[in-house]
């Protein structure tokens, strides 16, 4: 008889009203309990079993909650949350040319640091526990991750034409070399290729950053198919539409995966399914920008693997990966043409296992015995989580993000009941008070 | 010189960071105060100034917070509530029929009430004052409203053919009597009269509906050109299209306001503002029962009042007007094909001043001298609020609601930090819990 073994040690036992696996048969378990060692989830069962099973070091009573697995947020710029709300509502190329660029142009470490600690308190706020991040000078935002115990890929931006952080996209090399040489020793941080896009860095550059992600062992990323626009420029320039242009050049298959991807015809969903090329969807984005609405539905029944992301906090204007799942379920059927398309489990899916694997990190994403204890708990005593019937549904529909009250990242706890254990938030809201002053001088406002 | 006169008196100075006041110049006031007395708003104006000038009988410090209008809803189905998350991704006649109509005909007037609650509570929280209600047994709804503080507009729901309510719209005048007396000492609350849809009332229902609104002086209110297969149905049954039928029958102008009008043709939004007809926009609904899009900056530009509103919980899942207005703005933009269209001052515009003349409540909507004190407060402390650019921007992209922690109503502090003051939020949980469990039985589930 079990009650007769000697009792399992572990880290950390945390108890809920429900959790929400994201395993293979997507099991939602009543009044359940997670066991926690080294960082990985043990165990996941019944409360009372679990309780009589096992020795924590530390029990975490999370009743009247619900656990979900953190989630992953595959498609972001983090640096640029100092920019939020700075301008809104214009057209890509007037925000880019006259509002974003001109500020970006200046920005020194101690801003780009104080832009990602803002995205790192959102994130930590709003339950996703790891992310992919492409900006320029990566080290500053790896920094600030390491110092708050999210877990995220980095990548450093490049173009085929000078940017402030390099004359041309192969002087780009040495320096993601350097930053996955970097946070080596981090078992939390990761490094991806990330040329910008395939109107921005030539054929040449894109084949030489493919192999170098390939050297590395690293995930190729790029923003690719955003717009009909960015279609008439590929077509002008070489002829060919952006999935036909990395199709032909070997650039697509599981290595890769492509941002956007809102102006796709059948037949490219067709080469992205037969490649197994990864897609990241980011309908507030595409929304915003007035860029469109990727046909999600559409590559989901084609088998693509398709994660979320919520993009930079200047296009959506939050980090908030609870409000991209709402957006993707609601506007994904209008898409579609049907209301069962998009559906909760769908979506939800998206955003943790779906991106998980968008991230080249496919063990996150779920709450299973051997893998990361990235966790997140959601508050069932927040009117509009009342009643419950369905808990994913309730994580897709009815949550804002605002109902997480506890983050954790390889069983370590960032954030519960309001406290954040890694971040000064009253700090970081003077720091970003300074910053504005600053972006709204470098703006010549 | 103002310092040497007599102080005024009034019963609340409230002082924040910011006031989006939306009055006609649409001023934000920085470092503000706003003065109440007996429900009303005296004064709104610099801080030192005012707390110079006002000898208040209660102070309310809400530093490092903006102040907004109370948010109006103007369409929702309040004891809906209770089916949240009950059926989710499904066609809308499989939803209503296999799965809400089942249930909602065995509701007791308890469990109406239990939604009615869950709903005043997550409109509280969130930031919402005032909301325009239609559903069966108003007079249940009516009396949580009176008792939890909110502003409403009651309108009693009727179909031509039998209800669980009446065997014929006819059998509703009594009923909607009985209402507009039952609460008319309450200047909270007031009627409206609400047919169902043109293709489940008959014409000559409608028109006497109608004259019943002329009669009582209340605003007449109707479901209208939801989605093209409603315009279908209108087309067969009268050969004529939802607006052409109404316009016809001399039921659209001023006292007449339109929910959805998703598929409605250039003519006809011409027609709508020609005639002064109002219409209230509910994008999450729409999209979730994939009605479309509606084209509301056409209506804009053509000079339509257009109003906001979350539709019941059941089709949306929230009923949280700032999902709502971050819908709006974003769907809008590519459902306008132009970045700029649906911008956040022209959102705002239809969460407050836009929904309140459509709840026939015009004076709603402002925080401005002589106007109801309707105000809420946002926490710019919230990371996803950080930094601040532009207050009107964070209300519409940034915020979730839930950074909502003070909701006054006539003065009265309905909420604050946290704490419902008119509702027992722990006894709700308890009672959502049973009533879901009544639902389940009665669903055979």
Same mark, same amino acid.
């Given at each position: 008889?079990?009650?007769?073994?000697?009792?399992?040690?572990?880290?950390?036992?945390?108890?809920?009203?429900?959790?929400?696996?994201?395993?293979?048969?997507?099991?939602?378990?009543?009044?359940?309990?997670?066991?926690?060692?080294?960082?990985?989830?043990?165990?996941?069962?019944?409360?009372?079993?679990?309780?009589?099973?096992?020795?924590?070091?530390?029990?975490?009573?999370?009743? #009247?909650?619900?656990?979900?697995?953190?989630?992953?947020?595959?498609?972001?710029?983090?640096?640029?949350?100092?920019?939020?709300? &700075?301008?809104?509502?214009?057209?890509?190329?007037?925000?880019?040319?006259?509002?974003?660029?001109?500020?970006?142009?200046?920005?020194?470490?101690?801003?780009?640091?104080?832009?990602?600690?803002?995205?790192?308190?959102?994130?930590?706020?709003?339950?996703?526990?790891? &992310?992919?991040?492409?900006?320029?000078?990566?080290?500053?935002?790896?920094?600030?991750?390491?110092?708050?115990?999210?877990?995220?890929?980095?990548?450093?931006?490049?173009?085929?034409?000078?940017?402030?952080?390099?004359?041309?996209?192969?002087?780009?090399?040495?320096?993601?070399?350097?930053?996955?040489?970097?946070?080596?020793?981090?078992?939390?941080?990761?490094?991806?290729?990330?040329?910008?896009?395939?109107?921005?860095?030539?054929?040449?550059?894109?084949?030489?950053?493919?192999?170098?992600?390939?050297?590395?062992?690293?995930?190729?990323?790029?923003?690719?198919?955003?717009?009909?626009?960015?279609? !008439?420029?590929?077509?002008?320039?070489?002829?060919?539409?952006?999935?036909?242009?990395?199709?032909?050049?070997?650039?697509?298959?599981?290595?890769?995966?492509?941002?956007?991807?809102?102006?796709?015809?059948?037949?490219?969903?067709?080469?992205?399914?037969?490649? #197994?090329?990864?897609?990241?969807?980011?309908?507030?984005?595409?929304?915003?920008?007035?860029? #469109?609405?990727?046909?999600?539905?559409?590559?989901?029944?084609?088998?693509?693997?398709?994660?979320?992301?919520?993009?930079?906090?200047?296009?959506?204007?939050?980090?908030?990966?609870?409000?991209?799942?709402?957006?993707?379920?609601?506007? /994904?059927?209008?898409?579609?043409?049907?209301?069962?398309?998009?559906?909760?489990?769908?979506?939800?899916?998206?955003?943790?296992?779906?991106?998980?694997?968008?991230? #080249?990190?496919?063990?996150? /994403?779920?709450?299973?015995?051997?893998?990361?204890?990235?966790?997140?708990?959601?508050?069932?005593?927040?009117?509009?989580?009342?009643?419950?019937?369905?808990?994913?549904?309730?994580?897709?529909?009815?949550?804002? /993000?605002?109902?997480?009250?506890?983050?954790?990242?390889?069983?370590?706890?960032?954030?519960?009941?309001?406290?954040?254990?890694?971040?000064?938030?009253?700090?970081?809201?003077?720091?970003?008070?300074?910053?504005?002053?600053?972006?709204?001088?470098? !703006?010549?406002?």
């Amino acid at each position: 008889m079990s009650g007769l073994n000697a009792p399992i040690s572990c880290d950390l036992l945390v108890r809920a009203d429900a959790v929400v696996t994201q395993d293979a048969e997507r099991r939602v378990l009543d009044d359940a309990a997670v066991a926690v060692r080294d960082g990985v989830v043990v165990e996941v069962g019944g409360r009372s079993g679990m309780e009589a099973r096992y020795d924590p070091g530390q029990r975490l009573d999370l009743s #009247g909650k619900m656990l979900l697995p953190g989630l992953v947020n595959a498609h972001t710029h983090l640096p640029m949350t100092l920019l939020r709300g &700075f301008a809104d509502d214009l057209p890509l190329m007037e925000w880019l040319e006259k509002h974003i660029w001109p500020v970006e142009f200046q920005l020194t470490e101690e801003l780009l640091a104080v832009g990602a600690r803002l995205g790192c308190a959102e994130l930590i706020r709003t339950g996703c526990t790891a &992310f992919l991040n492409g900006y320029l000078r990566e080290y500053v935002t790896g920094q600030v991750v390491a110092d708050c115990g999210l877990r995220a890929v980095l990548g450093e931006g490049f173009f085929s034409f000078p940017s402030p952080m390099f004359p041309s996209a192969e002087d780009c090399w040495k320096t993601v070399r350097d930053l996955d040489a970097r946070f080596a020793d981090n078992p939390r941080l990761r490094t991806a290729i990330t040329p910008h896009a395939a109107f921005t860095v030539s054929p040449d550059h894109l084949a030489a950053s493919f192999e170098l992600a390939v050297e590395l062992g690293v995930p190729w990323q790029i923003h690719l198919a955003e717009s009909p626009s960015e279609t !008439a420029m590929c077509l002008e320039k070489y002829g060919k539409r952006p999935v036909e242009l990395l199709h032909d050049s070997d650039l697509l298959g599981g290595r890769t995966t492509l941002h956007h991807c809102v102006d796709v015809t059948p037949d490219e969903i067709a080469i992205l399914a037969e490649t #197994g090329t990864n897609v990241v969807h980011n309908p507030a984005s595409n929304f915003k920008l007035c860029s #469109g609405v990727a046909p999600v539905q559409a590559m989901l029944d084609a088998g693509v693997t398709v994660g979320l992301g919520t993009d930079g906090a200047s296009s959506n204007n939050q980090l908030n990966m609870f409000r991209d799942m709402g957006l993707a379920a609601l506007a /994904g059927k209008v898409r579609a043409d049907d209301a069962s398309a998009m559906n909760a489990q769908a979506v939800l899916d998206m955003a943790t296992l779906g991106s998980a694997k968008c991230l #080249g990190w496919p063990e996150l /994403g779920r709450i299973e015995a051997g893998f990361p204890a990235d966790i997140i708990a959601l508050d069932l005593g927040s009117p509009n989580l009342m009643p419950v019937f369905n808990h994913v549904s309730h994580a897709v529909y009815a949550a804002t /993000g605002m109902e997480v009250c506890m983050t954790m990242v390889a069983g370590q706890v960032l954030y519960l009941y309001g406290n954040f254990r890694t971040m000064d938030i009253q700090s970081l809201k003077t720091e970003a008070g300074e910053a504005a002053k600053w972006v709204l001088a470098a !703006a010549g406002k």
